[in-house]
Nanobody, 125 residues
Framework: QVQLVESGGGLVQTGGSLRVSCAAS????????MGWFRQAPGKEREFVAA???????YYADSVKGRFTISRDNAKNTVSLQMYSLKPEDTAVYYC???????????????????WGQGTQVTVSS
């Protein structure tokens, strides 16, 4: 069965960096786009970044230039490197498997069919 397991969350100060990763199993990883979403307390889950099977990347405007998504098809992992973190980046970060290898509506939760359990990222001011 499909499994997505996030790791690497934690507490960091404003301006710091953090890397979260997602280990995937149960499907042919390199055939599918992958995404990262986040959810802050009391807010909707929102799109952060996505990467197509071919490597093209997409970012939310709020993280563009600060976050980098990458994938390692040999290790079945997708990672999110976060720089210049702000308190408003505090959230639970979720890894998600896309329905397809290439995706038009990469920002939409409905384009993803499996989700990890999430990892907490807290940015202190």
């Amino acid at each position: 069965q499909v499994q997505l397991v996030e790791s690497g969350g934690g507490l960091v100060q404003t301006g710091g960096s953090l890397r979260v990763s997602c280990a995937a199993s149960g499907f042919t990883f390199n055939n599918y786009a992958m995404g990262w979403f986040r959810q802050a307390p009391g807010k909707e889950r929102e799109f952060v970044a996505a990467i197509r099977s071919g490597g093209s990347t997409y970012y939310a405007d709020s993280v563009k230039g600060r976050f980098t998504i990458s994938r390692d098809n040999a290790k079945n992992t997708v990672s999110l490197q976060m720089y210049s973190l702000k308190p408003e980046d505090t959230a639970v970060y979720y890894c998600a498997k896309c329905l397809w290898g290439t995706v038009g509506r990469y920002y939409s939760k409905s384009s993803y069919d499996y989700w990890g359990q999430g990892t907490q990222v807290t940015v202190s001011s």
